[in-house]
T-cell receptor
Framework: GAVVSQHPSRVICKSGTSVKIECRSLDFQATTMFWYRQFPKQSLMLMATSNEGSKATYEQGVEKDKFLINHASLTLSTLTVTSAHPEDSSFYIC??????????FGSGTQLSVL | AQSVSQHNHHVILSEAASLELGCNYSYGGTVNLFWYVQYPGQHLQLLLKYFSGDPLVKGIKGFEAEFIKSKFSFNLRKPSVQWSDTAEYFCAVRGGGADGLTFGKGTHLIIQP
């Protein structure tokens, strides 16, 4: 069965609204989770590293105030796209490392902002 | 729905051996194909990708992959591996349009000196 649950799988929203995406580790506790984004015809890009109990680490060029990450517990990290605009339309996927060797992926979220 | 199958979960090789990691996918339409690598303690890095054109794709660090449409495969190869290639390798597929990215379960590669 799935090790990582990501919800929702698809979301369509109006411009200016906020969208929350959840990533849950089902089988183990995770102090770190990764959030990625993929635009059409491009490869996956790391947005940020979510750290349980502390601030997320954002990659260069990713707006912290726009993409709010909260890692409130050892099994849940959320990514909130605030005041979404059409250019934020993308595929977002989380991954959860187990130790240094295994990495499990969520099923991804396709965000479409109208 | 698309799916990705990586046949080998664990592979152990000696340095200088040749490598081939299998990846098969199921999807009826146009696909974008990727191989990613995760070194111990690090996040994912892109090794190579295929969108269209020459089915033999060359990536970083001497890796290449061949897209064989008739076999729904995108196997990763490297003629001579190094100890530093020890990592987890993921094949990923994205269908055309707005379909999401689907990852295989990964292959843990260990290179012995």
């Amino acid at each position: 069965g799935a090790v990582v649950s990501q919800h929702p799988s698809r979301v369509i929203c109006k411009s200016g609204t906020s969208v929350k995406i959840e990533c849950r580790s089902l089988d183990f506790q995770a102090t770190t989770m990764f959030w990625y984004r993929q635009f059409p015809k491009q490869s996956l890009m790391l947005m940020a590293t979510s750290n349980e109990g502390s601030k997320a680490t954002y990659e260069q060029g990713v707006e912290k105030d726009k993409f709010l990450i909260n890692h409130a517990s050892l099994t849940l990290s959320t990514l909130t796209v605030t005041s979404a605009h059409p250019e934020d339309s993308s595929f977002y996927i989380c991954s959860v490392p187990e130790g240094d060797e295994k990495l499990f992926f969520g099923s991804g979220t396709q965000l479409s902002v109208l | 729905a698309q799916s990705v199958s990586q046949h080998n979960h664990h592979v152990i090789l000696s340095e200088a051996a040749s490598l081939e990691l299998g990846c098969n996918y199921s999807y009826g339409g146009t696909v974008n194909l990727f191989w990613y690598v995760q070194y111990p303690g690090q996040h994912l890095q892109l090794l190579l990708k295929y969108f269209s054109g020459d089915p033999l794709v060359k990536g970083i660090k001497g890796f290449e992959a061949e897209f064989i449409k008739s076999k729904f495969s995108f196997n990763l190869r490297k003629p001579s591996v190094q100890w530093s290639d020890t990592a987890e390798y993921f094949c990923a597929v994205r269908g055309g349009g707005a379909d999401g990215l689907t990852f295989g379960k990964g292959t843990h590669l260990i290179i012995q000196p």
